[in-house]
């Protein structure tokens, strides 16, 4: 039993799930994960969909320029194409919302921040794991599905160090430069190892399919001009043969850097500022911009005999911070009779602390059974920055300065203690069923909130909005059976999750949503599944065919506030990845998800759901080429259109990317195209961003972040 899985899922090594490594030599039977029941298992036994990408695919992916979310989406059926910005806003799995995971802690928050894949450096991941669907036994946030990211650890095979140069460049201009250098190194023996990972990235500007410079995402900021540096360093000791101890830490920032902004020529025009017209230009400076600032500490303790049972406990802390662009709204200043346009922007933080504590147990030959507690702790506060009216008066944007600073949200705190109990059952040598049960308590506590505004004669006025406290029970549980005929199997598969609506921006927009009188509950979401896997020498397979609902939805109003209404959702689908070998090192396959998204209105009738929340379909298909010194991969990505019942349009785009890779005695040198046919398109979270914003806060063009052109990237990699 491996000592250091504590509580990372693991998934398939189904060819390196959607066939990313030719000459696959390990099979479904004898690889062993942790996921489903949170214990070691192999592939064989889980009845569920799952996926894992390991060190060689990120690499691959990497030779084009992929970043973390952009590679899960072309990589894992079920989960939608990235937005390409900072956020991963809307990238759902099987159409709801994702929970992911760094070494088991939750980057999920309350407050519904969608910066979860903005969190580390892919050099310094070894594997990502995935299981799809609805799942009881993580907390909440997992109604589609889990993504945990398991980072590298150290050696036992003395000194060894990888360094890694990269660049990237449309050719488009002298700024549109990517850089990067990594290093990392490891050390140990037996009984101590230890991995100390640095790694550093510089974005320059990003240029779309027509060659033209990328609006900067002024929503939920993009990665245009941007610095990120991780440090991930970890000690991994043998206490004794029956017990191990894992320590952890990471300071990732991630941060603007340039002086490229928007430039507004009729924002001080009476009797109304106009953004239209906006342009980019250098100049641009501000006392806040655009940041995620995160720390994270962890601890992985595991005794393999206490009581007769494998124990884990795991204790974790994260720190983080998330500041955005800032953002336009208009303001009266009847002094100069008319509206102005005034800037402001936020900041919002967040402690999250816990501990989880699991037993695991064979009571027979045929009946295994895991049991434990999670406890976490999080708090959150916000502000808003206002920034000088005549100065950006005078700048058109360009230069944003401090005049105040006011509460953006309320602040709050949400602890949570959960028990859950899983267990399995052999009926015989093909048969098993499992089930399990999760309850879980959360404690919501918000505290006073001042809510600012302008009145008619352009004077600041405040209301109190008063906090309060209120708890919610949520009884989660799963059931499945499986047919396991050795080299395929199959199954059926019922669980539970549920996410908590937004505590600050339900409670924070009026004092007739009180706390006390309107406590929060949790929108839980069933799930059934019927799904098969097949693993062979030649080919390779998993399908899945699912169906969830909730009695509740969770949306925005006019004024983009949470709302928790009682119409039923459901979204419903197939997902399947096949993988073929061939001689001489090829291979091929193709991915396809096929979803719909539905909601429940007064009536009864069932209505395609909002495209600012329903899911793409989306396909992938690939040719690839080994004899292990050379590699080559033609990539196509696919995401196709989807309507809503307003008829609202999303439009889906086609890409296709190409990897190149060669090792030698100098090295590994790889070369990669992105968007190869520079295709010109908007991203999906361009088109859901111009339907949450326009025409309310200003013109369509500022929220339609574009795609990126034709990309070339180029890597060298050693390890000595």
Do not use: C
């Not at 250091?4 to 000459?23: E, I, K």
């Not at 009984?191 to 510089?202: H, I, N, S, T």
């Not at 025009?269 to 006392?287: H, K, N, Q, T, W």
């Amino acid at each position: 039993m491996n000592n250091r899985l504590g509580f990372s899922l693991a998934a398939v090594a189904l060819s390196v799930s959607v066939g990313l490594q030719a000459n696959q030599t390990t099979t479904a039977d004898d690889t062993i994960v942790v996921v489903g029941s949170r214990t070691p298992t192999k592939i064989s036994d889980i009845p569920g969909s799952v996926w894992v990408i390991d060190r060689a695919g990120i690499e691959q992916q990497l030779e084009t320029g992929a970043d973390l979310k952009t590679m899960l989406g072309k990589l894992v059926p079920g989960l939608d194409l990235a937005p390409q910005g900072r956020t991963n806003y809307g990238q759902n799995l099987r159409g709801r919302s994702v929970q992911v995971l760094i070494d088991g802690i939750s980057l999920n928050n309350s407050r519904g921040l969608s910066r979860q894949f903005d969190s580390i450096d892919p050099f310094n991941v070894e594997r990502i794991e995935v299981i799809s669907g609805a799942s009881s036994l993580y907390g909440g946030g997992a109604t589609g599905g889990i993504i945990n990211i398991i980072t590298k650890k150290g050696s036992s095979d003395g000194v060894v160090m990888t360094t890694q140069l990269g660049a990237s460049s449309s050719f488009n201009g002298s700024d549109d430069l990517s850089k990067r250098i990594k290093h990392s190194i490891s050390d140990g023996n037996e009984d101590v190892k230890a991995y100390l990972g640095l790694a550093y990235e510089e974005n320059g500007r990003f240029y779309d399919g027509n060659g033209d410079e990328i609006f900067p995402d002024i929503t939920q900021t993009d990665l245009q001009d941007n610095r990120t540096v991780d440090i991930l360093g970890s000690v991994d000791i043998k206490l004794s043969d029956e017990q191990s101890l894992e320590l952890g830490a990471q300071i990732y920032r991630s941060n603007y850097t340039g002086d490229r902004g928007l430039y507004f020529p009729n924002i001080d025009a009476v009797p109304v500022g106009s953004l239209a017209d906006a342009e980019i230009r250098d100049g641009f400076r501000s006392d806040r911009s655009p940041a995620t600032d995160r720390e994270m500490l962890n601890l992985q303790y595991h005794h393999g005999d206490l009581l007769g049972q494998d124990f884990y406990l795991q204790a974790f802390h994260r720190n983080e911070e998330s500041s955005f662009s800032a953002f336009p709204r208009p303001r009266i200043l009847p002094s100069e009779g008319r509206y102005a346009i005034e800037f402001g922007t936020s900041k919002q933080n967040t402690q999250l602390s816990g501990m989880k504590a699991l037993f695991d147990t064979h009571i027979s030959n045929s009946t295994h059974i895991t049991y434990g507690l999670d406890f976490d702790h999080e708090k959150f506060d916000a502000d808003q920055m206002f920034f000088d009216q005549a100065t950006t008066d005078a700048t058109g944007g360009l230069v944003q300065n401090e005049s105040r600073t006011e509460p953006r949200y309320p602040s709050y705190e949400v602890e949570g203690l959960s028990a859950f109990i899983q267990a399995d059952w052999a009926l015989n040598d093909y048969w098993k069923l499992a089930a399990g049960l999760r309850q879980q308590n959360m404690d919501v506590t918000v505290q006073d909130f001042d809510k600012f505004s302008y009145d008619p004669v352009g004077q600041r006025d405040s209301v109190l909005i008063p906090g309060g406290s209120n708890d919610y029970d949520a009884s989660l549980f799963n059931a499945s059976i499986m047919y396991n005929a050795g080299s395929h199997q199959s199954w059926f598969r019922f669980s539970q999750g549920f996410e908590l609506p937004d505590p600050a921006k339900y409670y924070g927009k009026s004092p007739d949503v009180n706390v006390n009188d309107n406590p929060l509950s949790a929108v839980e979401t069933d799930q059934a599944e019927f799904g098969w896997r097949f693993s062979g020498d030649s080919w390779q397979a998993q399908s899945s065919i699912y169906y969830s609902w909730s009695d509740k939805a969770v949306s925005n109003d006019s004024n983009l506030n949470v709302v928790v209404v009682d119409n039923k959702t459901r979204d419903y689908g197939f997902e399947g990845a096949l993988t073929k070998f061939f001689d001489k090192g090829f291979e091929t396959g193709a991915t396809v998800h096929w979803v719909r998204s539905e909601e429940e209105d007064d009536s009864g009738d069932w209505l395609k759901r909002d495209v600012r929340y329903a899911s793409l379909s989306s396909a992938t298909a690939f040719l690839g080429w080994t004899n292990y010194y050379y590699t080559a991969r033609l990539q196509a990505n696919h995401a196709f259109d989807a309507e809503d019942a307003s008829d609202r349009e999303i439009d889906g785009y086609t890409t296709l990317d190409l990897a190149l890779s060669a090792e030698t005695s100098a090295g590994k040198f790889s070369f990669g195209i992105t968007n190869l046919l520079d295709k010109q398109y908007s991203t999906v979270w361009g088109q859901r961003a111009t339907a949450f914003y326009s025409p309310a806060y200003g013109p369509e063009y500022l929220f339609n972040f574009q795609g990126r052109g034709r990309t070339y990237t180029v890597n060298w990699t050693t390890t000595y």
